[in-house]
């Protein structure tokens, strides 16, 4: 059975995205181990589906970027002057985001397994965004033919999984990077934020996008997974 092709509106805009629900992206996270490029694509699959990363962001990542421990990641502009890696668009997209519980088990799990690799990219084996594109496109393909989304639109689950669960907020905006809305907004952030020099107001901003983000996340797919149980458990019984 091909998974459920999710269509919704975008922050109100009137063009239609095609998504995918969280639902069947932890059934594309299953469905990987085994995969001949599962190290770099269960990573990818997992920061743009639960996180709401651009390609070019999860790319960019490398282990020195990943804090298992405070389960938080960092979005840096790009130094290294590579042309087929985009750079920041706006100021907001470096940013420190804590991380989803499901998102922390599969990257500890990856440096448990390969625990020397400080500094080096989080994605491996794929030298250009394109070439990483090309991957999981062949990989969707492979995974239930019918379903057909476009790479880079695997980010688009946790925005409309928010907007269609009503915890759409200013703090969800900013964990995907996007530039505040109007000036309202612009203030109240920086505020907010305080001196991103300072580790302690970055750490209670951190805690705030926690709060306001990541438990509706850990939420969503415990859902899923009380659900997927409850099917099993009914197939079970037949």
């Known amino acids: 059975m091909s998974p459920k092709m999710g269509k919704a509106f975008r922050y109100g805009e009137k ?8 639902s069947s992206l932890l059934d594309l996270l299953d469905w990987l181990p085994g995969h001949k490029f599962e190290t770099s694509l269960i990573p990818g ?13 999860v790319l960019r990542l490398t282990w020195d970027r990943v804090n298992l421990r405070s389960e938080t990641i960092t979005i840096e502009e790009d130094r290294r002057h590579d042309p087929s890696v985009a ?12 991380l989803p519980e499901k998102v922390v088990r599969i990257l500890a799990n990856l440096w448990a397994a390969n625990p020397n690799r400080k500094g080096s990219d989080l994605v491996i084996d794929t030298p250009t965004w394109k070439a990483y594109s090309h991957r999981v496109g062949r990989m969707l393909k492979g995974w239930k033919l019918a379903y057909r989304i476009p790479p880079k639109d695997l980010r688009n689950t946790l925005p409309t999984e928010a907007e269609k669960g009503g915890w759409m907020s200013i ?12 000036m309202i907004e612009r203030s109240y952030l920086a ?3 305080g001196d991103w020099n300072n580790d302690d107001e970055v750490d209670s901003f951190v805690e705030k996008l926690r709060e306001s983000v990541v438990v509706h996340i850990d ?16 197939v079970v019984s037949l």
Do not use: D, T
Not at 173 to 178: A, K, L, Q, S
Not at 219 to 234: F, G, L
């Open 15 to 22: 063009k239609r995205r095609v998504y995918l629900p969280i």
């Open 45 to 57: 699959v997992a920061l743009q589906g639960l996180c709401g990363l651009q390609l070019q962001e």
């Open 87 to 98: 750079g920041v668009k706006n100021e907001h997209r470096v940013r420190k985001l804590p």
């Open 171 to 182: 703090w969800v905006r900013r964990y995907f990077g996007h530039a505040p809305a109007n």
């Open 191 to 193: 505020e907010v934020e």
């Open 219 to 234: 939420a969503e797919v415990q859902k899923c997974k009380k659900m997927q149980s409850a099917k099993v458990e009914n």
